[in-house]
């Protein structure tokens, strides 16, 4: 089944380390995006990307990096520099434009410890 | 103006009921609204979308109305079962864009 794999489900990040979230998809899609959600929170855009080895910032970007060097796949690092880094990560896709939807992942949930 | 406004924050309803969650907007180049259902851990999933060149879009309990001169589109969710409790997003999307601006949620509790 065609879809977007998001790990790990859970992470915990000590003060001052980078950690690199995954997202995997075999949808074909061109287009990927990562969101935060904060408890009872809407969903805030961190980067996205429309094609391969190129991305864009979100609304919220900052002390998060991402990469796109293949269409699958598209990490993103929360860094030392987020200082709030505890939430909800969700990874998401869409094909040729936006009007057909996101598939999302399952997300990963990022505790600091 | 790129904000997409949607309320109630909370949702209450019984079993059999109907449940309605609003959603509007300021910009004019919107052209597909989708609605999202997320269960608690999960990610959100598209349960359905319209575009606003059509009224009201209906897919087994779950109907869309749309008023574009309001600028307000809405979910409707007939006979509410308990399994319907999640939350529900309503965003809204450009053409031409890569971007969608989603709304705050709706938090569902449909009781037995």
């Known amino acids: 089944d065609g879809g977007i794999t998001q790990s790990p489900k859970y992470l915990f990040r000590k003060e001052g380390q980078n950690v690199t979230l995954s997202c995997e998809q075999n949808l074909n899609h061109d287009a990927m995006y990562w969101y935060r959600q904060d408890p009872g929170q809407g969903l805030r855009l961190i980067y996205y990307?429309?094609?391969?080895?190129?991305?864009q910032k979100g609304d919220i970007a900052e002390g998060y990096s991402v990469s796109r060097e293949k269409k699958e796949s598209f990490p993103l690092t929360v860094t030392s520099a987020q200082k709030n880094p505890t939430a909800f990560y969700l990874c998401?896709?869409?094909?040729?434009?936006?009007?057909?939807?996101?598939?999302f992942g399952s997300g990963t949930r990022l505790t600091v410890v | 103006q790129q904000q997409v406004k949607q309320s109630p924050q909370s949702l209450i309803v019984q079993k059999g009921g109907i449940s309605i969650i609003n959603c509007a907007y300021e910009n004019t180049a919107f052209d597909y609204f989708p609605w999202y259902q997320q269960f608690p851990g999960k990610g959100p999933a598209l349960l359905i979308a319209i575009r606003p060149d059509v009224s009201e879009k209906k897919e087994g309990r779950f109907t869309i109305s749309f008023n574009k001169s309001a600028k307000q589109f809405s979910l409707h969710i007939m006979d509410s079962q308990p399994g319907d409790s999640a939350t529900y997003f309503c965003?809204?999307?450009?053409?031409?864009?890569?971007?969608?601006?989603f709304g705050a949620g709706t938090r569902l509790f449909v009781k037995a």
């Open positions: 990307s429309q094609i391969v080895n190129d991305f």
């Open positions: 965003a809204a999307s450009e053409a031409g864009g890569f971007k969608t601006i």
């Open positions: 998401a896709s869409t094909g040729t434009g936006i009007n057909y939807g996101y598939t």
